[in-house]
């Protein structure tokens, strides 16, 4: 092991992180260490104070910082490392971090991707208008109110309906600050439509086909106008403005690195395992399907780390072949979105994804003239869509062409 | 140099508050103004109606060094950028200013924009600019693979560069208030009376008096001209929008693209920034209004949509900020600087795109000027050299204060900030008055995620030391 600091570095401690590293410590790889670069460890779930986690992992409700500490109990003697930031990847497992004493490179035989996601902020969803103080994301707004106890405006509009965007306003309640309204750019909100009743039950307006289309003032947030489907245009008087969910994921590392993103996405490409183009990094979580629930996270994370570890002990056939994921417009993102196919017999792998728009009908997985999956789905923007247990024939694959995943009108 | 405004106030009739020079407007001529003053032994202040420098059209420019290729030969506006050129050269280092030299090519994206390249080049070679050449599609391609199959030739001028547009004039500031100035923040000069001897110009924070008034209001600078004599010139503000590409897609040029000028504007450049990002614009719109410059989908779109024809690969990367600047362009093409004679009045005025790479040569040139126009006036002095502010460095090409290691972990994460550069930032000579003055000073908040990660951490950090404050205390209420 000579040349290596770590088995295993994990960059990022949130949920699918914190699950590798149980995971892997169970298979008894014990020299692995978590960099997170914020001060806490946890990641989203530690600012995230609604019951929106545990369900899958605990069943039963949980906050998020009560997550991460019973997440943190089943890997006790695992060595987290904060305000430790990765400022580059390399190949042969090299990593560049940054510490409060500069930076330095380490190397680890293995090296997984748990950076998560964060929410589109205003500027790359180009909203028109001008730049005053009080715009900012939920992601922001729940750590002013629970993490620094900073109460950032008194009358905000929430733009989104997505999950993420009630919990803007559980956020808001729990400060004591009523919203001026919900904006929504489509006919119907996002999350489930039981969500518009709790905005409904303290009084907070949702605005659907609303468009924002000018922010006032210079310095100090006063006004929004928005252009709605019953009216040419409306004005909105609110002192703050959140823009919630429309997840994208951290990849900032993978981006400048050497390895293989996903055109257009520019997502890390993984194969079912979660391993990059680089066998030696992995990349997991919400960075590469932004943004699923934390329980979801976790479980991926203990599969990730399971098979890290066979790949660590030297326990996997190498030299596998591999076959492009393609999909049509209208899924965001597989993933996987390249399988690594074993080199006889059959190749079984589960394939989740997320639409742009909701769908209603028939989902089709196809490679060459076979037909892998083929069923009526609902789908709706923001859930993963998870199909279990599709099968390939390695000896019968055409491996020229790509698995294809297609919403069928 | 604490900015505690009561106690000045109080003594403003006093003689010691009766200043050699006044300058009013913070931008970047204004700073680079003061600084010539005050090296030059004037009794010099600065009075800028916002919260801090750079806040009007200074903060929003395309950061390029102009080596002055394509300005009208014999202009003023030449002369000041090819002296302000060699200035910043000489005295960057002195400062821990950047340079990120990339070179600029000048492309030609169709016949008749191709035919115009010799013209380009002798232009350029008439301005002085002897190593500007043009080069062939091959050799385009060779350096800029990245660029659309439709570029069909380009003029290289090899010493365009891009530099840190807000460290550069905080740190001319900083230099200016070691070598004696003072500078006052939200003071808006709304009258002036000159006794013959002194200028008394009143401001909603009182009164100051000066020998000699320097007027850099840009946008304004027609309306503070009345103050002293009518305005020969109208301004003309000239919206320009601009997209912000995360550093991802800083890779996918190596030089500087310009497109072949018109006379109205340059047109829309794609730079890379010397902060890591990569810069789309400006758009050119006239506008009524002075101070009010907003962003608008349709044309940040259309932005995008000739970023991508020109550079394919763009598309793929996300936009991490918009922002729409207001040069103050005036009827005529080269500035409008000029003493009133007998009036102690110096007019800065129609300083547009250029400012940025002029402002030092500027400088040079008005205090050449000022004491041309009233001799003996101001009583110059070589007092001791004036120490050199050495600026944080921000560019990402250079070593950051996260890679040394200065003790304090980072808490803006997409620009690598520390915690210790964010209290310098709010100490200091210059501290920053708002929070787009600690942006501009730090990188903080400027990233792909907008504030996301560390927004709540900045209010921390700047609680009871901005205004507006970023946020208000809720102890006690939860």
């Given amino acids: 092991m000579s040349g290596f600091d770590h088995d295993v570095v994990i960059v990022g401690s949130g949920p699918s992180g914190i699950a590798a590293a149980t995971a892997l410590w169970r298979a ?108 900012m994301t939920t992601g922001a707004l ?34 004591g600050i009523k919203p001026a309204a919900m904006i929504e750019e489509n006919s119907r909100i996002t999350a489930y439509r039981p969500a518009a009743l709790f905005a409904r039950l303290l009084g907070v307006p949702i605005h659907d086909n609303a468009k924002i289309t000018n922010i006032d003032e210079i310095e100090t947030l006063k006004q929004i106008t928005i252009d709605t ?50 066998p030696a990094v992995s990349a997991i979580g919400n960075a590469i399907h932004p943004a699923d629930m934390g329980d979801q996270c976790y479980l991926e994370g203990l599969k990730t780390g399971a098979y890290v570890a066979k790949l660590l002990a030297g326990k996997l056939a190498p030299a596998a072949e591999f076959m492009r994921i393609q999909h049509n417009a209208g899924i965001k993102m597989t993933t996987p979105s390249i399988v690594r196919l074993e080199k006889t017999g059959e190749t079984r792998f589960d394939l989740a994804f997320h639409v742009t728009d909701a769908f209603n009908g028939t989902v089709r997985v196809s490679q060459g003239k076979d037909v892998l999956y083929h069923k009526t789905r609902h789908c709706l923007p923001t859930r993963r869509i998870m199909l279990k247990n599709i099968r390939l024939q390695s000896c019968t694959a055409d491996k020229d062409q790509p698995v294809s995943v297609l919403l069928m009108g | ?29 204004g700073c680079a103004i003061t600084r010539r ?60 200013l950047p340079v990120l030299k990339t070179g600029a090519l000048v492309v030609a994206w169709n016949e008749e924009q ?46 365009e560069y891009v530099i840190d547009p807000w460290s550069a004039p905080l740190a001319y500031l900083k230099q200016a208030v070691r070598a004696g100035a003072d500078y006052k923040f939200s003071t808006e000069v709304t009258s002036g009376e000159f006794d013959g001897e002194f200028w008394h110009l009143g401001t909603g924070r009182g009164q100051f008096s000066g020998r000699l008034v320097i007027n850099c209001t840009g946008n304004n600078g027609d309306n503070i001209e009345q103050i002293c004599r009518p305005p020969t010139f109208e301004i003309r503000p000239r919206k320009g929008q601009f997209l912000v590409y995360d550093k991802s897609a800083n890779a996918l040029i190596n030089s500087i693209i310009l497109p072949v000028p018109t006379s109205i504007t340059k047109g829309v450049v794609l730079t890379k920034t010397v902060f890591g990002n990569l810069l789309l614009g400006p758009t050119a719109e006239e506008q009524a209004d002075r101070n009010v410059a907003r962003v608008d989908r349709e044309m940040l779109e259309g932005l995008i949509k000739s970023g991508n024809a020109m550079l394919p690969g763009l598309c793929e990367h996300a936009v991490t900020a918009t922002y729409a600047g207001l040069r103050p362009a005036t009827q005529f093409k080269d500035y409008q600087i000029d003493a009133e004679a007998g009036k102690n ?94 942006r501009r000073r730090t990188r903080v908040m400027m990233g792909r995620c907008n504030g996301f990660y560390c927004s709540a ?22």
């Fill in chain 2, 345 to 438: 009045w110096i007019g800065v005025n129609g300083i547009r795109s250029t400012g940025l790479t002029a402002s030092l040569g500027i400088a040079a040139h008005v205090e050449r000027l000022g004491s041309e126009t009233y001799p003996g006036l101001i009583a110059f002095k070589s007092g001791p050299v004036a120490e050199w502010p050495v600026m944080p460095m921000l560019a990402e090409h250079e070593k950051r204060a996260y890679q040394l290691g200065d003790g304090t972990e980072i808490v803006c994460h997409c620009e690598h900030v520390t915690r210790a550069e964010i209290l310098a930032a709010l100490e200091g000579e210059v501290p920053a008055g708002d929070l787009g003055g600690l």
């Fill in chain 1, 142 to 175: 729940q750590q002013f109110i629970y993490s620094s106890k900073l109460r950032p405006f008194e009358r905000p509009v929430i733009v989104g309906t997505e999950l993420v965007s009630f919990s803007a306003l559980w956020t808001l309640r729990h400060a």
């Fill in chain 1, 28 to 135: 008894g790889i014990k020299d692995i260490v978590i960099y997170e670069r914020e001060d806490q460890i946890g990641g989203i779930p530690r600012h995230t104070h609604h019951p929106s986690f545990g369900l899958l992992v605990f069943k039963r409700p949980m906050t998020g910082p009560k997550f991460i500490r019973a997440l943190v109990r089943r890997c006790p003697d695992v060595r987290f490392e904060t305000n430790t930031t990765v400022t580059a990847l390399g190949l042969g497992g090299e990593l560049e971090i940054a510490t409060v004493s500069g930076t330095r490179t380490i190397r680890a035989r293995h090296i997984i991707l748990a950076t998560g996601a964060r929410e589109a902020p205003r500027h790359a969803r180009l909203v028109p208008g001008l730049r005053p103080q009080g715009i």
């Fill in chain 2, 1 to 29: 140099m604490e900015p505690d405004f009561t106690e000045k106030d109080k003594s403003s009739t006093r003689q010691r508050d009766r200043w050699d020079v006044i300058v009013i407007g913070g931008g970047v001529v």
């Fill in chain 2, 457 to 478: 951490k900045v209010a921390e950090l700047t609680r009871g030391k901005l205004a507006p404050p970023m946020a208000t205390d809720t102890e006690g209420q939860l």
């Fill in chain 2, 114 to 159: 191709l035919a115009q390249l010799d013209g380009i080049v002798d232009k350029a070679h008439e301005n002085g600019i002897t190593d500007t050449v043009q080069i062939s599609r091959n050799d385009l391609v060779k350096r800029e693979p990245g660029l659309s199959n439709m570029a069909l030739g380009a003029v290289e001028v090899p010493r």
């Fill in chain 2, 37 to 96: 003053f005050a090296l030059a032994g004037a009794k010099t202040l600065l009075l800028e109606r916002g919260k801090d420098i750079l806040s009007g059209a200074s903060k929003a420019n395309s950061a390029i060094l102009h080596t002055g290729f394509d300005a009208p030969p014999g202009s003023l506006e030449l002369a000041c950028m090819q002296a302000g050129y060699r200035e910043y050269l000489e005295i960057h280092k002195h400062m821990n």
């Fill in chain 1, 229 to 278: 489907a019953s009216r040419e245009s409306m004005i909105i008087p609110c002192d703050g403005l959140i823009f919630s969910g429309s997840f994208v994921g951290e990849n900032s590392i993978a981006a400048a690195s050497h390895l293989t993103l996903n055109p257009r996405s520019r997502i890390p490409q993984v194969d079912q395992n979660w391993i990059t183009s680089d």
